[in-house]
């Protein structure tokens, strides 16, 4: 699933390409694709795009009329700061807030290019006047990515109003708060969107990885120094896939996503040269390298292993 540096860089993206156009149309291709009845979409037609925003694993993209400044004050856009480009809304816009899920993108359609029509084809598109469009799609047949349409302040409503804090904004102290407040597997930690919010699989992996911490480590017991450990690896984590991003020119597939142990089970630990292993759920693999977070323990399974600092 596409986490903070994805979306992020990928609201950058389509801000660049889009900010000011004018939506045309919105229009739902599959019946679960709009996630909201109220307020509509066709409430946003003749508005001009006025930022596109990232919250956690959500792409907000904000409406306006026309009459509207888009400038908030101080010669730069409210969209300069994605969590805080999105708040205007009420009176003033609309807040699409778009959820990718697994596999789902929002794909630019460029004018002149074929519109779909059938959810196989993709679940909702914008079309703007000047013809250039987006395209949400999702591969697959569970069809879980979708749209809500918000006024005000959408990060007081779902799916936003349950969220934790981005991790990229929690620092050492306010860490040490949530995992003392929430004492958990750290890996389990991590991922959890109503604790920290914009972490998935990956980063998990990568962030524990690089602050050598194992990843069922009790976050209720940990101590200042891996509170801080884990706090820099998050944001180093995140910046380096970030840059590695804003290099493409559209959304990374996770097989290009830069990692040092995620999805490497058997190949060397790029920093101690140990196999990367893994515990193994039905659902995804947790990884991990023995000499560099376990002391050289290896986890046998996911319901026998210890705790490991």
């Not at 809304?89 to 959820?99: A, I, K, Q, R």
């Not at 697959?140 to 990229?168: H, S």
């Not at 620092?171 to 972490?199: K, P, T, W, Y």
Request: aromatic share 4%.
């Amino acid at each position: 699933m596409p986490e903070i540096p994805e979306i992020r860089a990928h609201a950058e993206r389509l801000e660049k390409l889009a900010a000011g156009e004018v939506l045309k149309r919105f229009e739902p291709l599959s019946f679960t694709a709009l996630k909201t009845a109220s307020p509509q979409p066709s409430d946003a037609v003749g508005w001009p795009l006025r930022s596109v925003g990232q919250r956690a694993k959500f792409l907000l993209l904000r409406f306006a009329p026309p009459s509207q400044d888009a400038d908030d004050g101080d010669g730069q856009t409210a969209a300069n700061d994605s969590r805080a480009s999105n708040t205007k809304g009420g009176e003033d816009g609309l807040t699409f807030v778009v959820h990718l899920m697994q596999g789902g993108r929002l794909r630019v359609l460029e004018p002149g290019a074929k519109r779909p029509r059938r959810p196989r084809d993709g679940l909702a598109r914008f079309e703007f006047e000047s013809g250039l469009g987006l395209l949400l799609t999702e591969p697959g047949t569970q069809k879980r990515a979708g749209v809500w349409v918000l006024a005000g302040d959408p990060t007081a409503a779902e799916p936003l109003a349950g969220l934790g804090p981005e991790a990229t904004d929690i620092d050492a102290a306010a860490m040490a708060e949530l995992m003392s407040a929430h004492s958990a597997r750290l890996h389990n930690f991590l991922r959890d969107q109503r604790v920290i919010s914009g972490l998935g699989r990956r980063l998990a992996n990568e962030i524990c990885h690089r602050a050598k911490l194992s990843p069922f480590a009790p976050t209720g017991r940990m101590d200042t120094e891996g509170v801080e450990a884990v706090v820099a690896a998050i944001g180093s984590v995140v910046e380096e896939s970030l840059a590695a991003e804003r290099e493409l020119p559209q959304m990374s597939r996770s097989a290009e996503r830069p990692s040092a142990v995620h999805s490497r089970t058997g190949e060397s630990c790029p920093v101690c040269g140990d196999v990367v292993r893994a515990v193994e759920y039905r659902d995804y693999s947790v990884n991990y390298c023995a000499g560099c977070q376990t002391s050289g323990r290896v986890l046998a399974d996911n319901t026998t292993s210890k705790f490991l600092r």
